[in-house]
């Protein structure tokens, strides 16, 4: 276990590691060879003779070996997938180019599927792009095989929903939306999360690259617990370097799909409380993402599209209207007509049209036939309401931050204090393709050695297990990131709406920032001392004390919510309302709804009589916004905030459904050392998982 930890959770090589095994070897036998010695004196006259020479027990000296017989291994099902259009194939019949076409009308993707490296061994025919997702059936024998786990789920199907406010999902109508489903002991309710991260981390220049993360959490356990890497399933990490597209998502949705569909009807697994196996369904209930993964992911229009919401029928042109009432909301059973109707267009053309007419187009998610596709929908807190709407307000609203980058603009330099967290891709992948191709040989060798699978029994534990015939064995090779969709007309005319104003600060358009902060020199001095000298519970992270200047960096979604929820509150009201200005008044009114809202909206309990109070308070923020600030145009995200209440009336508590979790496992994978395999997140994952929970 040692040697396992030092390889994989601290990134020592596999030969240091394994002279550390024989070090360690050595010392056990000089040990017992001491302790041998003390017990008889007598030898000391002829010690060598009558010494032992090897220990009692076999210590491996291959860490490999470590890693197996500790069962860390997962069952990761890897096939070979075109590195342009993700359509997946088997390695033992893999064609030369892609033949699949997107319509049954359009051209072939045409794209090469696999490349020579040379090597010492000559030139060896290896697969350009590899796909791994996670199989969900053992997944949930290893899940379900935690002691007391079961007991936990338990809790959801007996669980008396709370009259009048709701404090998890539980207490939802949301909850109640599958019908006697998510009640029924046995059945088992998952969120559906994606999003993308750097695994080269956002800090190291020219090494950019992005992976997507599809998680499900288990709504079954109790809140506290949902979130535990142990209790999550990392079902899968789509191939780098590049994201999918909208497109080609349903390529690497497709698989895990296939997972969750077989598991509706149920499937006999084995669990702790029946190791002989028990029927288990499954069902993903909340789809959540950011506006991005909405639009990829759930097969919605993007944000500047003329269909620009996932909840309602109001164009983009409207999105200054705040008449809720008078709006119509989408209908699920539709878009999933409408869905379907674009998914057999034999044209691009016929395709775009839809999609035009609608905005909406084919997701994988749609072929889990219980799933609402708009109900089931949900716009992430963090992106949506802390970043998009709090962040916002404080830089293009009030124009804290503005100065310096003003200044750097006028200087011609662009050098924006704001750090880009989605990344570009970076043309010069070649690094790390040479890095990998080295590594192939090694680790098919390794593979075939240590036999690629979970044979371990406690990972194999079930008579069920299957072993699957189409996973590939090699390395991923990271492609050359040559695969733009340039012939994609429909891509192209979505293009201009990549930077959907939700994802970050980094897509606040400088020329919408204020020319002159809202506070003077004083006030910002009063700020500033606030934020150093407010006495705040040790657990709260305190924003950076020098709040607007360039040096503190990016704050974090949760800075921006602790700023708006403990410390402006404290020190805005001291500023404004000593002030006669009408101004000050209206500022302070205005951010005193924005206030309310927040608290509304990122409690842990919430009702209905909540909701339609933040809706309240939420109207009057956006009409004093706008003669306030009458140069702020209005953002995507301020529409998206006004299904806000709906949510709340039908999910319960939003935070609680928020992407600060599913971050926190990102942050987790991108930290994780793979060597510069960037295919081997989910794997290494796994590994140092289990190698903890072995610990424990
Ligand atoms: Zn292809
Ligand atoms: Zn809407």
Redesign the pocket.
């Known amino acids: 276990m040692l040697g396992t930890w030092l390889h994989l959770a601290c990134g020592l090589s596999r030969t240091a590691t394994n002279s550390v095994l024989k070090v360690i070897e050595l010392i056990i036998l000089m040990a017992i060879r001491l302790g041998y010695m003390l017990a008889n004196p007598s030898t000391v006259i002829f010690p060598l003779a009558s010494l032992p020479s090897s220990l009692p027990i076999k210590l491996p000296h291959d860490v490999r070996t470590a890693i197996n017989s500790l069962s860390l291994n997962p069952i990761i099902l890897r096939s070979v997938c075109c590195p342009k259009c993700l359509t997946k194939y088997n390695l033992d019949d893999l064609p030369q180019v892609c033949p699949r076409r997107e319509t049954s009308r359009s051209k072939v993707c045409g794209e090469i599927l696999s490349t020579t490296h040379s090597s010492c061994r000559g030139p060896q025919v290896v697969p350009r792009t590899l796909y791994s997702t996670q199989d969900l059936a053992s997944w949930l024998e290893f899940f379900l095989g935690q002691p007391g786990i079961e007991d936990l789920v338990d809790l959801s199907y007996v669980h008396q929903p709370s009259v009048g406010v709701m404090h998890s999902i539980w207490d939802s109508p949301a909850w109640r939306s599958l019908g006697s489903f998510t009640t029924t002991p046995g059945n088992l309710t998952f969120s559906y999360y994606i999003d993308w991260f750097n695994p080269f981390s956002n800090k190291i220049a020219g090494k950019s690259a992005s992976c997507g993360a599809i998680m499900l959490f288990c709504l079954n356990l109790p809140y506290e617990l949902q979130h535990l890497p142990e209790n999550t399933f990392f079902a899968g990490i789509t191939p780098p370097p590049k994201e999918p597209s909208m497109i080609t998502i349903t390529a690497v949705s497709d698989p895990i799909v296939d997972h969750l569909e077989a598991m509706w009807p149920g499937r006999n697994i084995c669990t702790y409380r029946h190791p002989e196996g028990v029927s288990k369904r499954l069902a993903v209930l909340p789809g959540i993402g950011d506006l991005l993964v909405i639009r990829k992911a759930f097969g919605f229009a993007g944000v500047s599209s003329h269909n620009f919401?996932s909840?309602?029928t109001?164009h983009i042109a409207d999105i200054d209207r705040l008449d809720y009432e008078s709006?119509t909301a989408r209908n699920g059973v539709h878009v999933r007509a409408n869905a379907e109707e674009w998914r057999r267009a034999t044209t691009k053309k016929r395709r775009k049209e839809i999609f035009d007419e609608h905005g909406v187009r084919w997701s994988s998610l749609h072929r889990l036939i219980y799933r609402d596709p708009v109900q089931h929908t949900v716009l992430g807190l963090m992106h949506n309401w802390i970043e998009g709407i709090l962040q916002h307000h404080a830089r293009c609203k009030w124009g804290i931050g503005i100065v310096p980058s003003l200044k750097a603009n006028q200087d011609g330099n662009d050098d924006d204090p704001v750090e880009h967290i989605h990344p570009q891709i970076a043309d010069d992948h070649d690094d790390d393709v040479d890095m990998l191709d080295a590594e192939l040989l090694d680790l098919h060798a390794e593979s075939q050695e240590f036999e690629d699978i979970p044979l371990h029994p406690k990972r194999a534990r079930s008579m069920t297990a299957s072993m699957h015939s189409d996973s590939a064995s090699e390395q991923d090779i990271s492609e050359d990131a040559n695969s733009d969709d340039d012939d994609d007309i429909f891509q192209m005319a979505e293009s201009d709406s990549e930077s959907d104003g939700s994802q970050s600060d980094n897509n606040l358009d400088k020329q919408e920032w204020r020319v002159t902060c809202t506070f003077n020199a004083a006030e910002l001095s009063q700020i500033h001392a606030c934020l150093s000298n407010a006495v705040i519970p040790s657990w709260v992270e305190r924003p950076p004390k020098n709040l607007g200047e360039k040096s503190h960096g990016k704050l974090k979604a949760d800075q921006w919510l602790t700023l708006f929820s403990i410390f402006l509150p404290l020190v805005l009201p001291e500023i404004w309302l000593l002030s006669p200005s009408k101004q000050h008044m209206d500022l302070l009114d205005n951010f005193h709804d924005l206030v309310t809202c927040t608290k509304l909206v990122c409690s842990h309990s919430t009702s209905p009589e909540a909701a339609d109070q933040y809706l309240q308070h939420y109207i009057q923020y956006r009409k004093s916004s706008k003669s306030i600030f009458p140069g702020v145009s209005t953002r995507p995200n301020h529409?998206?905030a006004?299904?806000n209440a709906d949510l709340m009336k039908f999910w319960g508590p939003l935070i609680k459904l928020s992407e600060f979790s599913y971050e926190r496992h990102n942050g987790l994978l991108q930290k994780i050392k793979t060597n510069g395999h960037l295919c081997m997140f989910l794997i290494f994952f796994f590994y140092i998982l289990n190698l903890t929970l072995n610990f424990y």
């Open positions: 919401c909840f309602c109001l709006w529409h998206y006004m299904h």
